[in-house]
Structures are given as C-alpha cells and as structure tokens.
C-alpha cells in the first residue's frame, strides 16, 4: 500500500468511474450524416476537378482548361491530342511515348505510328491488335484493346497526329474524315488485328 | 494438483486506486511538470511575439524575439510542450484507471517522457535558433522531430499495453479514444518525419502532407485525446451517467474517418480536388464535435464542486466555435490568408485544447501525487483567466479577421490599408495573450508547488533519519543506553 | 464483446483512408512532377535558382517570413482581351467592323497601336471579334487573362501552381497575410538594394509599414577611410550618424537576392495565360 490516503481527503471523495449509458443514437444525426455526404459528393463532383493534378482553382475540370489555352489551329489541335493522348494512352505507353517494358511498344520513331500508311495506325486503336508484331526491331506479343473505338473521330485523328509529331516524330497530320473514311470501312470487322493482317494493307 | 480447476483459485485483487494512481506517479510527474513549464514559455512567447505589433521597433535588433522566430517556438511550446504532454499524461492515466491495472512500465514511460521534453527544449531552441524548418505547424528541426518520434512511440506502445493488460474487459468509451490517439499519433508524427526531414519529399507535395499532419495533430489527435477526457471526467464530476456509448462510438468513428480528411485549403496553390475534398470534410467534421457536445451536455459538470470541473465544460463550446469558424472560413474566400484563421487555431489550441489539458492536470496530479493542490483558489482563477484570455484573443481576431478579409478582398492603392485594419485587433488581443500568461504562472504555482511538496515528502524523512543523534537512533533500534 | 478489435479497425480505417487520399495521392502526383515546358517553348520551368538565391530561401525559412508572408497568388477568374496589332492596309473596313462590335476603340486611336478592341469577354465573344476582323486585313490577337483580387493588387498575372514550386525546398506557401504576398515580388521589385534597404528600415521605404525592421542581419560600422561599396543609401531617421556606415551580412545579401529573384509569371497548361 502506498502513502497515507488520509493525507489527500479528495482521493476517497467521490472517486468511483463513471459508467456509460446506452440511449440509442438519435436518428436525425444518421440522416443528417448521409444527406451531408451526399451533399458534398455533389460538390465535389462540380467543383472537384476529379482528382485531375492539372486542375487547378478556378478552372472546373481539363476540358474546362482546355477553352484557355493560348493557341488555335493546328496548335489546339495537336494540343487536343496531347490531353486525349494523356488521358487514354499515356497509363500503358507512358507520357513520353517510350511504352513500357513487357506492357507496351515504344512510339518514338516507330515505323508504325509515322508510317505513311495512315490506315495501318487508324485501325490498330479501332479494333485492337493482338499477336506477334515487330516494333523498331524488337518482338513484342501482346493484346491492345480497342482503346479508340469509343473516341469520337476529331479526337482520335487529334491524338494520333499528336504522337506522329511529338517526341521527336514528324508525320503529317491525321484527319477526323479519314478516322471517319476507315471506321466506316471496317464497321463490320470485330476482332483485333493481327500485325501479318495490316502488313498486307495497302 | 491434478484436480485444482481455474475456478477453484483465489482471484487475483484488482490493485486499489491508490496503487494505480502511485504506479502512474513517475512518469505524470514527469510530463505534467514539464508541461507547466513549456506553458509558462509558450504564454511568454506568444505574448513578446505580440508585442512586435505594438513597437515594431521592440525587437529590430535582437534576433530571437523577431516575430517570425519567436512565435514558431511559442507554438511549439504550446502544442509540444504543453499539449501532447498532458494529453499523454492524461491519456495514461485514464487507461490505468479504467483498465484496472497498474500502469506498465512506467520507469520506461518516464525515461520517454524526459526525452520528449528534452526533445521540445532542443527543438525550440533550435527553431529560435534559426534551424526552422519551414513547414508551418512542425517548425522543429529534423534532431528533435526524431527525439519526439521515439518518445512518443515508446509512450504510445507502453499506453497500448496498459489497455491491453486490462482487467477490466468492459471498455468504457474513453478507452477507444485512447487507443486510436495512441495509435493516431505516431503514425502521422513518422510519416511527417520521413517525408519531410529524413527523405524530403518534392515541390508542392512538402506542403499538402505538412498540411495532413498539422490538421491530423491539432484536430484529430487532441480531439481524440480530448474527447477522451471529456467523456471521463464530465460524467465522474457530474456524477451522472454517460448518457449514450453508442453515439460516443459515432463520435469516433465520424471524427477519425471525416477529421483526418480537412486541413487543406480551397484555392491554394494545391491542386483543386485537395482542396475541395479537405473542405467538404472541415464541414463534415462538425457532425462529431455536435455528437460529443449532445452527448456530453447531459452529464455536465459545471456545477460540481471541483475546482477543475468548469474547464470541461467550456472546453466543449470553444472546440464547436472553432470548427464551425473552420468549415465557413473553408468556403468563404474573405477569411482566407486572415487572423481569422489565427482565432479558429486558438479556439481549438487553446480553448479546446487548453482547458481539457488544464482541467486533467488539476485533475489527476493531486490523485498520483497523493498530496493536495497547494490551493484551490488558484485553480478557479486560472479558469477565468484562461477563458477570459482566449476569448479575448479569438473575438478580436475574428472581427480583425473579417476586416482585413475585406481589405483584401478589395485592393486599394497600399497594403498598408490591410496593416492598418488589422493594427488595433492584435492590440486588443495583447490583453488576451497577458491573461494566459498570468494564468500560465497560476499553473506554475500549484504544479511545481505539488512537485516541491512531493520532492520533500521523499528527501525529508531521509533528512531526518540522517541527522538524528545517534541517542535516538538507539532508542529507535531498541537498544537502552 | 470485445471492441478493441473493433476500435483498432475503424480507428485504423478511417484515418489510413486520409493517408491515401492526402499523403500518397500528393506524391504521386506533386512530388513526381516532371519539371514542365513554358508553354509556347522549350526552356524548362522552373529553373534553378541561382546560388545566392538560394541561400536567401533559407534565410527565409530561418527568419520566419512565412509567419506574415504568402507566397502564393490566387485568381478568381480568366477573362480575354482583344486587342489590334497591325492596323492593314483597309482601314475603312476596319473601322465598320469596330462600328459593328460597339467597340469602345475608335478611328483616332489607330494610329498608336496596339488597342484593345474589347476587354474582359468570354470565349465565344472573343471568337466572335476575332472573326470580324478576318477579313479586313487587320492583325488583331486574342489573349488571356486572368483575374482577381491578388491581380489587381499586383500581385501576379496569374495564378500560383504546384510547378512554381518544383524547385524549392522547404516549400513555404504561407497561409497568413499580414504582409503582401512576396510569390512575385520579383517582378515588382527586382533591385536588390530596394529589398536591403526594405529589411533595415521598412519605413524609408514604404511609409505605412507595420514590418519589424530587421536590423540584426545587418552591421553597423565605422567608415574607414571610404565607404564600403556595400553600404546602404538611407536617407532621413533611418540613416546612421556621420562616420557610421550599415553594410548587409551575407545573410541579408542573400535574402535580398532570393526576394529578387521570386518571380511566377510564366504562362503553363495548368495556368494558361498570354505571355507579355
């Protein structure tokens, strides 16, 4: 036993723990809980610029920033084709074109993408390639999905001209009316291509 | 033996209140000495930093009281000087005390408790020093982040066990909150740490987790550690029950998952969803605080008859005006970058914060002291200092705030329209900070008298034993002459 | 039932869920920033600082200047200006388009281009001028411009984003404005011997100024025989007595010298903005 308890009168006083009740939780703080939540996922949504690291305040979302940039022409053109390249292209074949290893090819200098057969590039993002094919000497044997058969045709002639001219490529341009000329010539063709199949194109 | 079954052993005794108290005794010494100490400074400091704006001409030609040296050290005084060591102390106690059981280790905790504090003393010296750190909120140098990190860790893994160790096995709702302070801290404390100091992060990203970790510490952990207290000490002064554990565990499980979140601001130089994500939680966070305060007003002590009863009470309100400030300063754009921000920090810092830390020291070191506080009298003093004090601090910064929001909101030819505004309201809140310092030196008082009284009552009979005449000493050991 | 479990889970939980969300998702995406092109250029932005600069940050960082100062600039809004570069050869044609789009520039004023033609307008009203004028042989650029509060003080052309800061450490955006915001403060005032004199005595050069003067970061010594070359030029209160020279430490040298060199006007994807 430890010192004198009588020294300290308020110790013995009046000390015992304190007990918890257990009235149930009013309602009214539940509801008020979920109609804040959604509430603020309302906001965020409008304001939130969704988790985009270009937006910044007091621009909304990317297309919003988009309406700002200084250029026109050929420029906000390409400059569409970088935001659509980023956006769709850039998780597996990387911002700066190089692709990654046992993922996806390179497109800097790659015979592919500045062919001058247009056709060949538009049909691979259209329907997909699968199977064996040869970029810039190296063997690569995967499966691309049809990442541009969603994409309207001014962006999808946007971001191809757009990785014909970055990185060090130069090519001409990519019209939306030839996307549009190729996307009705293959309108019945489902599967992905296979690198022998565009080969033969001519 | 074959046939002694568990049941048929004697139980072992639950150890008495007093020995729980005297095994938590070291190590609150420890912290709660300390602690008085860095509050006396902090006062001091924020009150000399204050002065700048009376006479900037005060402190042109010294270094150290330069506003932008000496009000980092007082914060960091205030916060990790005053603060955490009371909270932990506070933290500690509440488990022991409800679990049961002895405090464990308590050596060990005191040996982190001396690190802790040397760790301040190092860290705000150094800030004084010029070793600032930059980042607002954790000025200290990376030295004595570390010390803090290892102190903290070993008082949150020796508090852990203690809970862990309970013999109690129904957990009162303050124990949650103990637990996920303890567990809270560290965490931020090290990953402020390694990003910040031991493998700087780059550009901007210094700032959102700076950011993280100052919100995550002021708000999450001292309301944790608070809520804590309140949730103990209100009902055991009061006397009546707690009124519902449940919505207590919505307290905690609302706080953690939307308190976390806030901290960042809208419109800053972060990208926009950080700041609009952070701002829907600072308005989400009130959800918390006004279950607490519900909670809580049902079983309010600010009719006892203890001296330490009222500095709960009003702890409540200051921590609801703080986060309200918080979640409508977050949207309105007039109260960015303005005092008004200063006034939510001392509402929640000092009001909230404050008082809890105040009323637990009261509180709890008589009890593992074993010895009265030097006077009673003093402590309702303090009280009305303290709240007088922050009170006068935060309204005029409020007003201030709001002025000078609208001077910059709406630029005219010279800044010093803004300087201007602001000029009268950081005067008026001089008085404010002087108030804290006097109740800082009340603190003083009755802690380091407590300490005085407990030193003596342990040197005095070693004292007199040694200085007996031996006449005595013979008689003591039976022996006649 | 036994709610440690329990307690741990929502505890940890809940705040992991923030150290996602504010911790990690800050680094993926601000700490791994490449260092980004001026738009409409090849230099890389942001540059190192010089030396001495960078010295200076962390003498700011020393002194606290954080405690008053912001550093980063926010805007409301970006508006477009159109504005008339090369008048042609078919003024006439001009000046009916001008008459057309109620523009406040008018015939007298065509002689000392460039005019704004209107200011303050909405994409598509800019669109619209700029068409009105393609045939007439007129040179007119649409530009953009942001706008607010911080922009009227001056206090920079455009907003502050996290590539302002990619080269600096510790990062100090401030969150207090006591005093103005320093984010440009470079551009407004790029003499060093401004800031120098500003630290000694703030009141010789701004007349209201509430700053503490900084007297500590520097000397005061006994000419001898010449005046130093560093010397600061105070005039009035503030000047020292005869013979008494004040002559900046390397401290204040380099403070100076980061001050000078605090400059974000830059136009950049995220901050789009015509460049002067």
Known sequence: MSHNVQSNPAASVNDAEPRAGSASMPVWMLVAVMVLVFGGGLYFDTYGGWFSPQVYAPYRSVNDLMAYQPVSGEGAFL????????????????????????QAPTFVDS????????????????????????????????????????????????VLSYMRNAWGNKASLITPEEVAAVRAATASRTQPWTAAELEALK | MSDTSVTSQPPIPLPSQGEIDASCRLPILTLFTGAALWLLLGAIGAMLASMNFHNPQMFADNMWFSYGRILPA????????????????????IAARLGKTLLSNSGAIMVAAKLWHLGVFIGSFGILCGANSGHEGFEMPSYAAYMLLIASVMISYFGLLTIHQRNETEMYPSLWFVIAGLLWFPWILSTATILLHVSPVRGLAQFAIASWYVNNLQLVTFALFGMAAGLYFMPKLSGKQLHSKYLAFFSLATLVLFGSWSGLTLGGPLPKWMGSLSSVAAVFVIIPVLAHFDNTRRSCCIKSSAAEAKFFSLSIPMLLLSVLLAAVGAFVAQTHFTLMRTAQSVLLLQGFMGLIALGGIYHILPKVTDIKLPSTKLVRLHFWCAVLGVLFIALPFIFGGWKQGGQLLHPSGSFAEVSKVVLMHIRMASLGELLWVLGSLLLALNVFGTAYQWVRGIIRPVVVEGTSTVASQLEKAGVKA | MNYGALIFLVGFIGLASSWFGLVLAPQLQLGRQPITKIQGGNDPYPSRRLGLAEQGLQVYRANGCVSCHSQQVQQSGTVFDVVMTELGTNQPAVVAALAKLDSKLTGASLS????????????????????????TGAKVAVQIRPVGPDMDWGWGRRATVAADFLQDSPVMPGSQRLGPDLANVGVRKPDVNWHLVHLYAPKSVVPDSTMPPYRFLFEKRKIDRHASPDALQLTGEAAPEAGYEIVPTAEAKALAAYLASLRADVPLFEAPMTAK
Not at chain 1, 80 to 102: F, I, M, S, T
Not at chain 1, 115 to 125: A, C, E, Q, V
Request: hydrophobic share 45%.
């Open chain 3, 112 to 135: 000392s281009l460039p005019q704004d033609v209107v200011r303050g307008v909405n994409k598509l009203q800019a669109d619209e001028v700029n068409a009105a004028f393609k045939d």
């Open chain 2, 74 to 93: 007082a914060k960091t005084w205030l916060v990790y000087g005053f603060g955490l060591p009371a909270m932990f102390g506070i933290a500690l106690w």
């Open chain 1, 111 to 158: 015979e592919w993408v500045i062919t001058d057969n247009t056709g060949r590039l538009i049909r691979i993002p259209l329907q997909g390639l699968n199977g064996p094919i040869k970029v810039k000497g190296v063997d690569w044997n995967l499966a691309m999905p049809a990442m541009g058969a969603a994409l309207p045709d001014a962006d999808l002639a946007a």
């Open chain 1, 79 to 102: 400059l569409r084709g970088k935001v659509v390249y980023e956006q769709v292209c850039a998780l597996c074949h990387g911002a700066d074109g190089n692709g990654k290893p046992g």
